[in-house]
């Protein structure tokens, strides 16, 4: 395979496997979608995998092939910016069991002819850095650095604990070390909301042109309310109504905040699968780094030479600043080399992904600071 197929845009790779997942389940053989920025340094010293978080893809810094919006980090990843191509080798790859090309429910199962369905294996976090692993392995990557916000956070702390011996720095933004009560409980709201809906099929609607988009929708309107803050909320849409002079007395969209969430919920039926959030927000709520490591989570870290730098936001509620700390805590225990910030937002959790010039800046000045 020559570079310029394994290197650029809209790349794809099937990889022979086995992946041996968490749940048992060898995979093979395991497809991945995924772009790549800039040139690897002979020394190989430059790349950093960029984790994307729950609903994000490959298209991290390229325009999205279904919506024709800009990539979904442009703030952090571009020409001049902290994740540089002229400086920096960059990976993005979709994750295991997502839905833009790399093996999951949407995809073909060799063994049928058909899509997987709800047949495909259920996944953890820790099987998609195996995978990431794997196409790393193909594109000649050795050491990395690892950064993600949200899912992609935890994706990045999996790597150091997984894989610590080719994990040179690590950046964990607005994550947690495992899931809540509280996370859980959302999650399964939005589940539930999928499974619910006639149209879903017991996962078995491919090829019908019928998907179950109510479902996903309301799904997507329930997690979004949590990447948002009440103050920001409040500062957008107050009690304002939408294109009217007064109440409707009905269920129409009434409210703008109402309006708005609606229009999340149907965008995103067009460009995500709803087995796919299943299967990635399950795969969330599993993820306990401690549990896989004896119950502490300082046990994770223990003689790692990878360093950190751990973000937060003030107004995130979904993964708090003590979350965080906890994470913070666990790195100081196990002697491993941290740095954290927490950042003031008026965006709760979404704020990893809007402008944000001090997020910008800590991100710039921990990748350029010497190993």
């Known amino acids: 395979m020559t570079d310029d197929q394994r290197f650029g845009l809209s790349r794809h790779v099937t990889l022979p496997g086995p992946l041996r997942l968490d749940g048992g389940v060898l995979l093979s053989p395991v497809d991945i979608a995924y772009e790549t920025y800039g040139e690897l340094a002979p020394d190989g010293a430059n790349a950093i995998l960029i984790c994307h978080a729950l609903t994000g893809d490959q298209y991290v810094a390229s325009d999205h092939p279904i919506t024709g919006k800009p990539g979904w980090w442009t703030r952090m990843v571009g020409p001049g910016k902290p994740i540089d191509p002229e400086r920096h080798f960059i990976v993005c790859a979709n994750v295991l069991g997502s839905c833009m090309g790399s093996s999951g429910p949407a995809t073909v199962n060799p063994a049928t002819g058909k899509p997987w369905g709800m047949s495909f294996p259920v996944i953890t976090i820790r099987d998609m850095v195996r995978a990431q692993a794997m196409l790393l392995d193909h594109l000649g990557v050795d050491s990395l650095t690892v950064v993600g916000g949200s899912m992609g956070g935890m994706q990045a702390l999996s790597w150091a604990a997984t894989f610590p011996e080719r994990v040179r720095k690590a950046v964990v933004i607005a994550s947690t070390a495992r899931h809540t009560a509280q996370n859980i409980a959302f999650h399964e709201v939005g589940r539930q909301a999928i499974m619910a809906d006639p149209n879903w099929r017991n996962g078995d609607y491919y090829g019908g042109g019928d998907p179950p988009a109510a479902g996903l929708a309301v799904a997507r309107m ?134 944000s010039p001090e997020l910008n800046r800590v991100v710039d000045g921990f990748l350029r600071a010497a190993a």
Not at 266 to 276: G, V
Request: proline content about 2%.
């Open 222 to 355: 329930a997690a979004h309310i949590t990447y948002l803050s009440e103050a920001g909320l409040t500062e957008k849409f107050c009690r304002r109504l939408q294109a009217r002079e007064a109440k409707s007395f009905g269920f129409d969209a009434d409210f703008q905040v109402e309006s708005y969430l609606r229009h999340q919920g149907l965008s995103f039926t067009d460009r995500f699968d709803a087995n796919s959030y299943l299967y990635i927000t399950r795969a969330m709520d599993y993820f306990d780094l401690a549990e896989e490591h004896g119950g502490l989570l300082a046990n994770a870290f223990k003689g790692k030479k990878t360093r950190f730098a751990l973000v937060s936001f003030d107004t995130d509620w979904l993964y708090p600043t003590p979350e965080s700390r906890a994470i913070v805590h666990a790195l100081n225990a196990a002697g491993a080399a941290v740095s954290f910030v927490e950042l003031n937002s008026p965006f709760g959790h979404d704020a990893f992904l809007l402008d």
